[in-house]
Nanobody, 119 residues
Framework: QVQLVESGGGLVQAGGSLRLSCAAS????????MGWYRQAPGKQRELVAT???????NYADSVKGRFTISRHNAKNTVYLQMNSLKPEDTAVYYC?????????????WGQGTQVTVSS
């Protein structure tokens, strides 16, 4: 199993920046990719950005050019640098890890961290 602990959320004005962190522990060698998802009130959870163990990244169109996902392998930590924040970025942000096996994929989730962007 993988345990994920997020930090770094908060309240920021539009145009500001925040950096989220996600520390992984447990069966970290099994992880194939990690990422960030978010869920706004009344909406479904959506992908924000992912990064594979090989370093390949993927972003939602809505955050391209504003958000950057990165990782520190020695610290088993993934970061999400969020710049030029907009009110529509307001959501609970969840860290995710995915382990891919022949039989199935395993997803683990953090507890979530609130990001609120005021206009």
């Amino acid at each position: 199993q993988v345990q994920l602990v997020e930090s770094g959320g908060g309240l920021v004005q539009a145009g500001g920046s925040l950096r989220l962190s996600c520390a992984a522990s447990g069966s970290i060698r099994s992880i194939n990719a990690m990422g960030w998802y978010r869920q706004a009130p009344g909406k479904q959870r959506e992908l924000v950005a992912t990064i594979t163990t090989g370093g390949s990244t993927n972003y939602a169109d809505s955050v391209k050019g504003r958000f950057t996902i990165s990782r520190h392998n020695a610290k088993n930590t993934v970061y999400l640098q969020m710049n030029s924040l907009k009110p529509e970025d307001t959501a609970v942000y969840y860290c995710n890890s995915r382990t891919i096996t022949i039989a199935t994929d395993y997803d683990y989730w953090g507890q979530g961290t609130q990001v609120t962007v005021s206009s």
